[in-house]
């Protein structure tokens, strides 16, 4: 057969289904191309392109620098997704590998898994970042999250585990003895690792700790750094679906939206993501991650609907004129400012808007010299019989810095932040102020703030919201007692015999009349404070409880060295509005 015949090569060609034109081309020459299909063939960006770059790069990577690298001083600190992966090697009983590209090392990974039959599960922890001490709180109740969680729907998917423990875990924060630079705290690209084993069936859960502040937001080099290392690692996962606990401030959902955008026009759909908040109480939310398409909830009431619901409580059963209420709030916090829109009065049925009171972000300085003056003057009228202390003394200095503030640089500042705080305060007595919320991230600066308010302002009546044991601490009995806290959960010790035992209800106020009941066995559970019950609540639910508390209003009173239940108030579902419940979702 003629091979250069164009006849018969197009009867062929038209017979198998080829183009023409590159059938009767001759073998000396190549097919044109065809310039309206180059056209419409979408080419790479160069931004595709260096992000192809970046990830082939990133998968090159070895944590033993070569020899005269500063990095090899300390492998550690070679590159941040390094000690994750350690943890994970020794986990699986793996050699540690550091010789290993990253690629490599993951692929040994995902391999053990598999052989070890071990389903890969994955969540990203935004907790508070050092020295805010709500991060050991966050960190205690994502423990006991797991700890308490047992499996109630065997036949769901993915299959859940129950008997989670805690395996190993690495934390980038943590120092023998040192205390680095706060800033480098809040900063560090690397993330944290808790390893949680669970059985029936076997599943590890790799929970990433990323810290935040609440101007700062999260990290989002860390929060990058996790989600790499999820994607790199969602092969040997039966549903790559990530949770995310958190985030923990109101301030930080900006900083979490734009590091979620960021991450995915690199990685575009290849994780999906479900949020649970256990302290957030901004009203719009919920609307940002709708936006991002990431299902969410929270387990603490909004600030509005808490108010709401306890200052109707106040105001028709107590007496309160609302008209008399003042709050002091900070003045450059998301969750300050969200106190500044009005509440309902239920007794004239009309909005009342609060009296508002705004100290500044230096208030941790003011706090640290009055305690070193009030140390000096104990020592000086010191009593040589000390009584006998029912608790560990509470110092409301800390000379750490938090990673998110600008630093006062003179002593002057400060004595002239006094003298405009001390006036701030006495102007409460003169207006006839009756009522005075305290508005506060930092529960020292509400006891060191209670402290002042009592000395300038003794005649009103103290309140405060997201409650904490610290407020019945033996060492501010005088200027706490009487204090009513308005919160999501009340603190007392759970299951006690004589106490509420929190259930779930059917989601509605008449049937939460039924979810507290007397308890004379099963387990006492104690939280430090809302937040890390919050914690808590949340965590159980993004691993699939189903048996949450419903959401009601605490007003609790500071006495005698403890918080007592005061009110107990259910919330109407209509009455969240757009806020999604854990509970209910």
């Not at 680095?180 to 990433?208: H, I, K, M, Y």
């Not at 109707?312 to 969750?335: A, C």
């Not at 930092?442 to 302002?457: C, G, H, I, T």
Request: proline residues 8%; neutral net charge.
């Amino acid at each position: 057969m003629n091979k250069n015949s164009p006849l018969l090569l197009l009867m062929l060609g038209i017979l198998v289904g080829f183009p023409a034109a590159r059938l009767t081309t001759g073998p000396g020459e190549s097919a044109k191309p065809d310039a309206k299909a180059e056209a419409a063939k979408p080419e790479p960006s160069k931004d595709e392109d260096s992000v192809a770059r970046e990830r082939e790069a990133l998968q090159a990577e070895v944590c033993k620098p070569p020899a005269g690298d500063p990095k090899a001083k300390s492998a550690d600190a070679a590159y941040p997704w390094c000690m994750p992966v350690r943890l994970l090697r020794q986990f699986f009983s793996l050699p540690p590998g550091v010789e290993k590209t990253r690629g490599e090392s993951l692929r040994e990974i995902m391999a053990r898994a598999q052989a070890t039959n071990y389903d890969l599960r994955f969540m990203v922890a935004l907790v508070p970042a050092l020295p805010d001490p709500r991060m050991d709180q966050a960190l205690d109740g994502i423990q006991r999250g797991f700890a308490t969680f047992k499996n109630r729907n065997p036949g769901g998917f993915p299959p859940a585990s129950d008997d989670y423990l805690l395996d190993r875990a690495w934390l980038p924060w943590a120092s023998s003895g040192d205390k680095p630079e706060n800033l480098a705290l809040a900063t560090a690209p690397a993330p944290g690792l808790l390893l949680f084993r669970g059985s029936g069936p076997r599943a590890l859960e790799l929970v990433f700790v990323v810290p935040e502040t609440s101007k700062m937001g999260i990290q989002k080099d860390a929060f990058r750094e996790a989600l790499d290392l999820i994607t790199d690692l969602r092969e040997a996962a039966i549903d790559p679906q990530v949770a995310i606990l958190g985030p923990s401030y109101s301030g930080s959902v900006e900083s979490l939206r734009q590091a979620l955008l960021g991450w995915r026009l690199d990685r575009d759909g290849l994780l999906s993501f479900q949020a649970a908040s256990g302290s957030t109480t901004a009203e719009d939310l919920e609307a940002v991650f709708d936006e991002l398409h990431v299902s969410f909830c929270r387990a603490a009431l909004p600030d509005s609907v808490l108010m709401s619901r306890t200052f109707g409580f106040l105001s028709r059963e107590m007496g309160w004129n609302l008209r008399r209420v003042g709050l002091l709030v900070e003045d450059d916090t998301r969750y300050g400012q969200s106190f500044v829109d009005p509440f309902s009065d239920p007794q004239r049925k009309e909005k009342v808007k609060p009296i508002l009171f705004t100290f500044p972000s230096h208030l941790a300085d003011l706090r640290n010299a009055w305690e070193d003056l009030q140390k000096e003057q104990k020592a000086a009228a010191s009593n040589p019989v000390q009584p006998t202390r029912r608790a560990l003394g509470l110092d409301l200095s800390g000379q750490e810095r938090e990673a998110d503030l600008v630093p006062t640089f003179t002593s002057t500042t400060t004595a002239s932040n006094d003298l405009m705080f001390s006036n701030l305060l006495q102007t409460i007595g003169r207006e006839g102020i009756r009522y005075v919320g305290i508005v506060a991230t930092d529960p020292k600066d509400k006891l060191f703030l209670a402290e002042k308010l009592r000395q300038l302002a003794p005649d009103v009546v103290l309140f405060t919201f997201d409650n904490n044991l610290l407020y019945a601490h033996p060492d501010h009995v005088e200027e706490m007692s009487g204090m009513l806290v308005l919160s999501s959960y009340p603190l007392f010790t759970e299951g006690a015999p004589g106490f509420p035992r929190l259930r779930s209800g059917s989601g509605n106020a008449a049937a939460s009349k039924a979810t507290v009941k007397r308890s004379t066995g099963g387990q006492r559970k104690q939280f430090g404070s809302e937040y890390q019950e919050g914690v808590y609540q949340a965590v159980r639910y993004l691993l699939g409880a189903k048996s949450l508390p419903d959401p009601q209003a605490w007003i609790t009173v500071v006495g005698n060295g403890s918080l007592w239940p005061l009110a107990r108030l259910p919330i109407d579902p209509k009455a969240l509005g757009e806020a999604r419940f854990c509970a209910q979702c």
